[in-house]
């Protein structure tokens, strides 16, 4: 079955760095589209970064433009969010999801096929 593992979050202060993993089995991952989505206590899921086959293109929420970094590993069949200049707003459950197909402007939860368990991040002020 579809497993995606994330891993790597914990509790940082504000201004520190996380680097979040996500290992997938039970699915063609170098053929998919993958994201990061997260929720903070209270809030919606919402989608912060995503990437396609190639890593060409990657989609960011303005968020987190110019301090987070999506990136893969096909071979490794895994992923990765590189989370820099880390906010207290930042703070939330961080998932990793296997899309459906690709994705627009906008990373929806209706584009994603498989979700990760999550990974909570907390940033300190």
């Known amino acids: 079955q579809v497993q995606l593992v994330e891993s790597g979050g914990g509790s940082v202060q504000a201004g520190g760095s996380l680097r979040l993993s996500c290992a997938a089995s039970?699915?063609?991952?170098?053929?998919?589209?993958m994201g990061w989505f997260r929720q903070a206590p209270g809030k919606e899921r919402e989608g912060v970064a995503a990437?396609?086959?190639?890593?060409?293109?990657?989609l960011y929420v303005d968020s987190v433009k110019g301090r987070f970094t999506i990136s893969r590993d096909n071979p490794k069949n895994t992923l990765y969010l590189q989370m820099a200049s880390l906010k207290p707003e930042d703070t939330a459950m961080f998932y990793c999801?296997?899309?459906?197909?690709?994705?627009?402007?906008?990373?929806?939860?209706?584009?994603?096929?498989?979700w990760g368990q999550g990974t909570q991040v907390t940033v300190s002020s």
């Open positions: 990437i396609c086959v190639n890593g060409e293109n990657p």
């Open positions: 039970g699915l063609d991952f170098s053929y998919r589209c």
């Open positions: 999801a296997a899309l459906k197909y690709g994705y627009g402007p906008i990373l929806r939860r209706s584009f994603v096929d498989y």
